[in-house]
C-alpha cells in the first residue's frame, strides 16, 4: 500500500508511576467503598491518546507518537508510558 493512502493510529497511555499519589482513583476508591461495593477494586487511573497519522509508515507514526510522548504527553519522573501502533 502507497504510505501516503495510509491512516496509522497510535494509541498512546499515560498512566501513574507506583508510588505517586492518584488523587482521581483514591476517589474513586473511596465511593465505591461508599457505595458498598466490595469487594472494594483497586483502582488506578490513565489517559488515553488517540493519534492519526496520515501519509507515513508504521515506523514514522510511531516515531512521531514517541516524539509527542517526550516533549508534551507525559513526564518520565512519574508517568509510565505505552504506545501502541494500529496500521489500520
Do not use: C, W
Not at 493512502?5 to 497511555?13: C, D, L, P
Not at 488517540?50 to 517526550?70: K, M, N, P
Request: aromatic share 2%; charged share 25%.
Amino acid at each position: 500500500m502507497d504510505p501516503t493512502q495510509r491512516t496509522v493510529r497510535i494509541e498512546v497511555r499515560v498512566s501513574l508511576k507506583p508510588g505517586v499519589m492518584d488523587a482521581e482513583a483514591e476517589s474513586v476508591e473511596k465511593a465505591l467503598g461508599l457505595l458498598a461495593i466490595s469487594p472494594t477494586p483497586v483502582v488506578q487511573t490513565a489517559r488515553i491518546y488517540d493519534l492519526e497519522f496520515s501519509g507515513v509508515t508504521v515506523e514514522e507514526a510511531r516515531r512521531l507518537a514517541q516524539e509527542a510522548v517526550d516533549r508534551l504527553l507525559a513526564n518520565p519522573v512519574v508517568h509510565r508510558v505505552s504506545v501502541r501502533a494500529d496500521p489500520g
